[in-house]
């Protein structure tokens, strides 16, 4: 299954850390990151774990929830959360989903529909491709996909950044810019045309007829 930005996120009941989880359910009315790996104690995943349980206050205040996956049973999850907490200072404060049936993994895309057997017989490079990001609306749309190599450690600042930019354009009609940060000028979009930006802004500088430059609305 290819999934693309637009795309309704699938929905699915999974087993998780924090008991069974419908997913649409849970994401309710918020926005939620489904980040995911290829199998529990890998290295990289251990470290990503714990960076995302540091800054998961961060994504509380954007009303964002957080959800992990790997493919593996929800009772090794337990386990390596205590080698994350150990290694990393902070144990994942988010549910975490066993995937051992690979359920998910290929409702995303992220493993192929002949993929079968024992979760536990597969290594970490079987599953390669179980390394995305798929950050998603409150309306269950796909607003960002990223996927990841084992050995690049994601940034989850970045995501932080693509989500500040994701609310602020689903609520005003601007664009942001190259490494764009809050607070920082925005790009009237596209969409909107000359009279209908006065309306809205204003005015605004404009270097070209197609880069029309404003304050970030409030």
């Not at 290929?106 to 017989?121: E, F, P, Q």
């Not at 354009?169 to 979009?189: F, L, S, Y």
């Amino acid at each position: 299954m290819s999934l693309t930005i637009g795309d309704i996120a699938p929905d699915f009941v999974a087993a998780t850390t924090d008991g069974p989880i419908s997913f649409h359910e849970w994401i309710g009315d918020s926005w939620a990151v489904l980040f995911s790996h290829p199998k529990d104690f890998t290295p990289i995943c251990t470290t990503e774990l714990g960076y995302m349980a540091k800054i998961k206050p961060e994504f509380d205040k954007r009303g964002v929830k957080l959800m992990a996956l790997s493919v593996d049973p929800v009772d090794r999850h337990a386990q390596w959360a205590a080698d994350i907490e150990e290694t990393q200072g902070t144990a994942p404060n988010y549910p975490m989903i066993g995937d051992a049936d690979f359920v998910v993994s290929k409702a995303y895309g992220m493993l192929g529909a002949d993929v079968s057997g024992d979760a536990a017989d597969r290594t970490a490079a079987q599953n390669q491709t179980v390394r995305g990001v798929f950050v998603i609306g409150p309306d269950k749309k796909i607003k960002l996909i990223l996927l990841y190599p084992m050995t690049t450690g994601r940034n989850f600042d970045e995501i932080l950044r693509v989500v500040d930019s994701l609310q602020l354009t689903a609520r005003h009609a601007v664009a942001t810019p190259v490494n764009w940060r809050q607070g920082e000028d925005v790009v009237i979009a596209g969409s909107v045309s000359n009279e209908r930006a006065r309306e809205i802004f204003g005015v605004w500088k404009e270097p070209k007829p197609y880069i029309r430059i404003v304050a970030q609305p409030a």
